[in-house]
């Protein structure tokens, strides 16, 4: 199961751009990377998946290199509302295989 | 769709009763994860379940701790007799896997405090 490292936490002021990078040197051939974001008292909502280049959606941008050893969490112009746990996760899933693991998160302050 | 549904939503009890959390996943998905939320340990997940099938039950703490899925709308979670180290949130998501797809839909959650 690949581990994950990201920053403990991040301090950011609205309007400006979020990245927020995570490292997982060991990712394995059939892993996808997936983002979740928490907000206080709810359950992680889902955010982004990816496996390769770039992905987006219209909440986020993740940028995957071609070594695939790390992932950027991109969120353009932060509000208020953004600040959350923000969690990278690194696996993938079919019937017998070991389910992703939700590690620490960066802890996003959106700061007026 | 009224998404992941958890109930009790708090639960309050004594030491060395039985607790039973309760989740109905979304319609049409075809697995089910249990999870637990502390501040100390974070989110672990502690079982999930394909097509109703336990398949990875290595996150359970102890034989406290009993999971079921007997159809593919309901699943429960119960702990017997319960501690005050288990008081946490307890997470229910349900997810339509395939080997690409990871996206899993998490319910409200079950503040489960232990006295």
């Known amino acids: 199961l690949a581990k994950t490292t990201q920053p403990i936490s991040m301090d950011s002021y609205e309007g400006q751009e979020v990245n927020i990078t995570c490292s997982h040197n060991?990712?394995?051939?059939?892993?996808?990377i997936t983002w979740y974001q928490q907000f206080p008292s709810q359950g992680p909502r889902f955010i982004i998946q990816?496996?390769?280049t770039k992905v987006t959606n219209e909440v986020a941008s993740l940028f995957i290199p071609a070594d695939r050893k790390s992932s950027t969490l991109s969120l353009p112009r932060v509000s208020l509302s953004d600040t959350a746990v923000y969690y990278c996760?690194?696996?993938?899933?079919?019937?017998?295989?070991?389910?992703?693991?939700f590690g620490s998160g960066t802890r996003l302050q959106v700061q007026p | 769709d009224a998404g992941v549904i958890q109930s009790p939503r708090h639960e309050v009890t004594e030491m060395g009763q039985e607790v039973t959390l309760r989740c109905k996943p979304i319609s049409g998905h075809n697995s089910l994860f249990w999870y637990r939320q502390t501040m100390m340990r974070g989110l672990e997940l502690l079982i999930y379940f394909n097509n109703n099938v336990p398949i990875d039950d290595s996150g359970m703490p102890e034989d406290r701790f009993s999971a079921k899925m007997p159809n593919a709308s309901f699943s429960t979670l119960k702990i017997q007799p319960s501690e005050p180290r288990d008081s946490a949130v307890y997470f229910c998501?349900?997810?339509?896997?395939?080997?690409?797809?990871?996206?899993?839909?998490f319910g409200p959650g079950t503040r489960l405090t232990v006295l």
């Open positions: 990816g496996y390769k």
């Open positions: 996760l690194v696996g993938a899933f079919d019937t017998g295989r070991r389910a992703l693991t």
């Open positions: 060991n990712i394995a051939t059939n892993d996808y």
């Open positions: 998501a349900s997810s339509f896997l395939t080997g690409r797809n990871n996206e899993q839909f």
